[in-house]
């Protein structure tokens, strides 16, 4: 009985600690998105990421994910990303990953508007590495913009 009872709990700290891990994860590469700091892409991306934008071509490999993803704010001066309704489904040494973003956006001078909202859906996939969990897969659906000032 006790192995039961220390198996299920075994379990249930592994699911609880994979969710923590991933959520921060996530966490963290908001906040690299918001400081346009990805000195430590490795330490959230697989070699081997896809993102996909608003159903675009799929983007392939960290080093240029994180070329494009400079490029697509470049326009802004300052962003602020939050997630929520963060959905977390493990599969294993896998995780599918679903979250609202809303980005504020502050526009540089004549480039951009001065002030939008973004609201984004996210599907990301995530996968246990021997250093920890990465992601994998990042597919962003836009579903509202809007402009303000």
Do not use: K
Not at 60 to 75: D, F, M, P, S, W
């Amino acid at each position: 009985m006790t192995n039961t009872f220390t198996t299920e709990q075994d379990t249930l700290l592994r699911r609880l600690s994979d969710r923590a891990e991933i959520s921060e994860l996530l966490t963290r590469n908001w906040r690299a998105l918001d400081a346009q700091e990805f000195d430590d892409a490795d330490e959230m991306y697989t070699d081997d990421i896809t993102l996909v934008v608003g159903g675009g071509e799929p983007i392939a490999g960290r080093a240029e994910v994180v070329r494009i993803t400079r490029e697509l704010n470049v326009h802004y001066q300052a962003t602020q990303h939050n997630g929520s309704s963060l959905g977390i489904e493990l599969d294993g040494d896998r995780a599918t990953v679903t979250a609202n973003v809303i980005g504020v956006l502050i526009g540089r001078e004549n480039e951009a508007p001065p002030v939008s909202v973004n609201v984004t859906g996210a599907h990301v996939g995530c996968v246990r590495t021997e250093r920890g969990w990465r992601m994998n897969s990042i597919e962003l659906t836009p579903r509202y913009r809007y402009p303000v000032g």
